[in-house]
């Protein structure tokens, strides 16, 4: 039997390196062995993945070196970067470099860059109809991460640039849940009009890489757009009523009102949904749901994903938060 070849995965303990992690565990085909990357080999979610017989390796994405380290030898790498741990898209770019020269370095053969829209090739920084953010960013937390596709193309690295989307996920996690209105019943709020917002599993965005790296060549030099499904806010809240039996409406709110929410990031957030209810034809363009089906044939729709999960969303936390 051929040896399995190693996919070294980024953020392995987190929301999409460990669904990458798990869709290769799970893999029967028994091609690929993942080797997940963590700042602490120790911590409890590290040891879970050794555990199910895992390689478990330490790196910092702040550290190139310590990088070349973690990749060396692999065929394959994930590489995505946590905004919200710093919430500074300069400091993001300078991670994604981090990466890219590591995997240039240790000459993996496939890349995978989980990016999204630099979206100041559609709203540029002097289109007032969003505010600037640290100096030179529409949507901060999208624009470093389309900066930097140019980084990993200008390296001549074999590169899939996977844009991602909306994690239904943070519903649960992230208080982006339904809030509650001042005449007692629920709302889902924000800002996008009655514009679908692409949305996906948060595992399936590992389960789709996987498909990546198994089709080969196939997807190298190209850009990958996935989600689950494009679902308007009305839409979203009449599934989310449906399978909580209970009232949840959808609230639209003007972007400049979400962006004064007043929780860390709602002005970068408030941008973001603006930016995807203004240019939705081709934010939801990029992401067919044919070929996230085709690249993982378990894609989870909301329906699918709210009977998995529904009973974790929290139904009456106090502010609107999100990521
Ligand atoms: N939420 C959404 O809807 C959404 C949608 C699209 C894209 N995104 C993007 O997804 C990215 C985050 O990915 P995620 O959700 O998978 O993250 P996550 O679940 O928060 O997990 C992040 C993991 O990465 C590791 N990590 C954090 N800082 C690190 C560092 N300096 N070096 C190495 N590892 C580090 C941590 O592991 P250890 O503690 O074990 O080191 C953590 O478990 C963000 O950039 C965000 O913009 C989010």
């Known amino acids: 039997m051929a040896p399995r070849k190693v996919i070294a995965v980024v953020g392995a303990t987190g929301a999409q390196g460990g669904g990458l992690v798990r869709a290769i565990v799970n893999d029967t085909s028994g091609e690929f062995a993942a080797r997940a990357i963590t700042r602490d080999v120790n911590s409890a979610k590290a040891q879970e993945l ?13 550290d190139e070196k310590g990088l070349e380290g973690a990749f060396s030898g692999a065929y394959g ?29 240790s000459g993996v053969q496939h890349v995978i860059w989980s990016t999204l829209e630099d979206t100041r090739r559609f709203v540029p920084l002097d289109d007032d109809r969003m505010p600037t953010l640290q100096g030179k960013f529409k949507v901060p937390h999208f624009d470093g991460k389309g900066e930097a596709n140019g980084i990993f193309t200008d390296l001549g690295l074999p590169v899939t640039l996977l844009n991602t989307s909306f994690y239904w996920d943070n519903f649960i996690y992230f208080g ?29 965005i ?32 009449q599934k989310m009523s449906r399978a909580l039996n209970r009232d949840i409406r959808y609230t639209d ?19 973001m949904f603006q930016f995807k209810r203004d240019f939705n034809r081709d934010f ?26 529904g009973s974790r969303i929290p139904l009456e936390q106090a502010k609107t938060a999100g990521r």
């Open 206 to 237: 590992g389960k789709c890489a996987l498909g990546i790296f198994k089709a080969g060549r196939e997807y190298i030099g190209k850009a990958v757009g996935i989600a689950g499904e494009h679902l308007t806010g009305a839409q979203l809240a």
């Open 50 to 62: 050794a555990r199910m017989g895992v390689e478990v390796v330490s790196a910092n994405v702040d």
């Open 253 to 271: 709110v003007p972007p400049e009102v979400y962006r004064g929410f007043g929780f860390p990031g709602a002005d970068d957030m408030g941008n």
């Open 176 to 204: 982006a849940g339904p809030q509650p209105t001042p005449d007692g019943g629920l709302a889902l709020v924000f800002p996008m009009g009655d514009k679908a917002l692409p949305g996906i599993a948060a595992e399936d």
């Open 284 to 309: 939801v363009g990029a992401r067919s749901l044919e070929l996230s089906r085709t690249l993982n044939p378990d894609l989870l729709t909301f329906d699918a994903w709210l009977q998995k999960y």
């Open 77 to 105: 790498a994930y590489c995505v970067t946590f905004f919200w741990d710093h919430f500074s898209a300069e400091r993001e770019i300078a991670e994604a470099r981090n990466m890219a020269e590591a995997a240039k370095a």
